[in-house]
C-alpha cells in the first residue's frame, strides 16, 4: 500500500510541474498525431497510439502502448514494457509493473510489485496481490483471492479462495 501512496504522489508531482516537453498529445493512428513527440509529459489522449515514455496521464479508447510509464493510463489495450502507477483496461500487459492494474484480463511477463486485479491475473513473480476469479504466478511474495489459485513455486501449489506465501 505505501508504494501505491508513493507512486501515486510522484504521478502527481509529474503531472504538475511537467510542462517543459510535450504537456498534450492527440493520437488518432500511430503516425496520425499530434505533436509527433516520443515524450508525454502531461496528458495523451487517443484511439491506437505507440507513446515510448509517458509521464502524467494516458486516455487512449482502443489501445495504448508505451516503453516506460510513471502514469494513470485508462484504455481497452493496455501495453507496456515498464509501468509504475495505475492502469485500467480490458486487457493488460507488461513486463515489469509497480502500482495497481485493474483489467479483465491481466498478463505480465516479469514481476509486479503492488495489486493486480481482474477476471484473470498471470504473472512470473508478483510482491503484492492478485485479486480474481483465477490467479496464476510463478512465484509470489504475498496473497491471492480468488476461485482458483496457482503459485508454481509454492507450499500450495493450487489453492481455492485464498493462497498466500511469504
Given amino acids: 500500500m505505501k508504494k501505491i501512496i508513493l507512486t501515486l504522489s510522484i504521478l502527481i508531482l509529474f503531472v504538475n510541474?511537467?510542462?517543459a516537453v510535450t504537456p498534450i498529445k492527440f493520437s488518432l493512428w500511430n503516425e496520425i498525431v499530434?505533436?509527433?513527440d516520443n515524450s508525454v509529459r502531461g496528458f495523451e489522449l487517443g484511439?491506437?497510439?505507440?507513446?515510448p515514455e509517458l509521464v502524467g496521464v494516458g486516455l487512449d479508447f482502443i489501445y495504448s502502448k508505451t516503453d516506460n510509464a510513471v502514469a494513470l493510463n485508462m484504455g481497452v489495450v493496455a501495453i507496456s514494457k515498464r509501468f509504475m502507477g495505475v492502469q485500467?483496461?480490458?486487457?493488460?500487459s507488461s513486463e515489469i509493473f509497480e502500482g495497481l492494474v485493474a483489467s479483465c484480463i491481466n498478463l505480465n511477463e516479469g514481476e509486479i510489485l503492488g495489486a493486480q486485479i481482474g477476471f484473470l491475473n498471470k504473472t512470473k513473480s508478483i510482491k503484492g496481490i492478485q485479486l480474481g476469479i483465477i490467479n496464476i504466478t510463478e512465484d509470489m511474495n504475498g496473497i491471492q483471492i480468488g476461485l482458483l489459485n496457482f503459485v508454481k513455486k509454492g507450499k500450495f501449489p493450487v489453492m481455492i479462495i485464498v493462497n498466500a506465501k511469504f
Avoid: R
Fill in 17 to 19: 510541474v511537467s510542462v
Fill in 88 to 92: 485500467i483496461a480490458f486487457f493488460s
Fill in 47 to 51: 484511439v491506437w497510439t505507440y507513446t
Fill in 34 to 36: 499530434t505533436p509527433k
